[in-house]
């Protein structure tokens, strides 16, 4: 699959990664590059193969449905860029 | 007088039980060769004032006769778990400043069992690389470097800052983590031991996730039986990791038995890749010639498959990535770049926070996922993913362990393969196959190459049989009797 600028571009606002314009053509080539390497999967016969997504075990524990952690408001708070009264602040979202 | 740093970690802990030494001294020996190795730039985080505060209460409990396990052995921790109250930043300017409010598991076993935390190793930007050469604080150096020749050399990756500390003496041991190879191809490069459990062994709670279906935390030694006592102590169930394994630790050094009679070693025949270097196609010979010395067979299997694992692993490694990583954002913790919008902040914290390798990788993972061609990449690779466990599975029917190379070459210099990505992947060309089968496997040195640079052979075992591993790894290294040594001791010695 060859990508072109426009598409590096797409997938870079879905990464929420900010790119240059400068950026995209190198990109482009780089990630071309990589996705004509894992392409090779197509050559292998997977028609009867049901998709792993884990070696674990596939069901997940159950446990009783109760508090094991919580009240940690500050010492959470104290890694944010920027609280205010016991929040996370960020850039206004709502006009 | 033999250094304090000279002690392999069982040695250590005879004689700080026999109280030849304190382990306020073995600290003091340390945090004098963690300084002193500072040109190494293996560690991000030196903490020696934590150092002597646990050593202290090891001595305490040395004196009261309550041993732990690890009393007073200094232990390095990679800098990808998460340490309470200690700077932990995967290596990467978007985790600026960030203190956990809690401790990973793996390090609290750690702790618990009285050892003595050193300081955070340098490694690849969020373990993404075989070199660590992509971290935001610079490169760290291999303390080896070939005879005559004075470029520093890349320890490998992504644990290469666990991997140079331990080789150069300035840390007893390491915690790493493996999601392609990342504890055994550092370990193959510095001439030392390292082991990845099988997946659900150790604990991956605490520890910045790379990507959650691969990532393998797991121990870095001088030799065999230093890599059993560290697992033995990391190891174990643990509630907050739902792929954890509820089984039980066994005593992983009494696995080392010394007799292999009677087992069958697998030779996967499709590891002999096209242009593999002569020494390491020789040095795996000599490797099954050892084992066969010791009463062991050597039978060729066949793991068809091999050749798709590294495209399988960059579709499925990125395509967790990019999900793990989507919380880096600027809100919560690290780097914050104003922007007049909330997704002009998003995207440029992580413009700015992350390095060249990871955006490649997130881009990659988010392609991949994305809709139309989630099928075509991510689900396609999941299924090859499942043939590849199923060959394991199948040669595991006819033999107990399987020996191959642990990397296609020895290390090489800082700033080489930096320009084609492909060429960097295809050092985990021996190791990631493991990864995507979640198998226990342990990189033990094995010789030197041409130019006087370590290189290690690789034991595969089954889910869960990492005493196999450790059993078999153990005679390989009696018989290889590596005791080189690199051109770089922190110690002294």
Redesign the interface.
Known sequence: MA?DKAA?AH?????????KDEELEP?AA??S???T??????E?D?AD?????????TT??M?EDEVTDGN?RD??L?????AARGF?A??K?VE | MTELTDFTLAEAREGLAARQFSARELAEAYVAAMEAARPLNAYITETPDIALDMAAASDQRLAQGETRPLDGIPIAVKDLFCTKGVLTTAASHILDGFHPPYESTVTEKLWQAGAVMLGKTNLDEFAMGSSTTTSYYRPAENPWRRPGDNRPLVPGGSSGGSAAVVAAHAALGATGTDTGGSIRQPASFCGIVGLKPTYGRCSRWGVVAYASSLDHPGPIARNVRDAAILLGAMAGHDPRDSTSAPIAVPDFKAAMTGDIRGLKIGIPREYRAEGMPSEIEALWQQGAAWLREAGAEPVEVSLPMTKYALATYYIIAPAEASSNLARYDGVKYGLRVAGDTLDDMYEMTRAEGFGTEVKRRVLIGTYVLSAGYYDAYYLKAQKVRALIAQDFAAAFEKVDCLLTPTAPSAAFAIGEKQDDPIAMYLNDVFTVPVNLAGLPAISVPAGLSADGLPLGLQIIGRAFDEEMVLRVGDVLETAAQFTHRPSFIAGGG
């Open positions: 990508l590096v997938i870079a606002a879905l990464a929420r990664i900010r790119l990109l780089e990630l590059h990589i996705l390497w894992v392409e090779q999967l197509a292998v997977t193969v049901a998709p792993m997504t884990s070696v674990a075990a997940l524990p446990r940690r010492e959470i104290a890694n944010a860029p920027q996370f960020v850039p979202v």
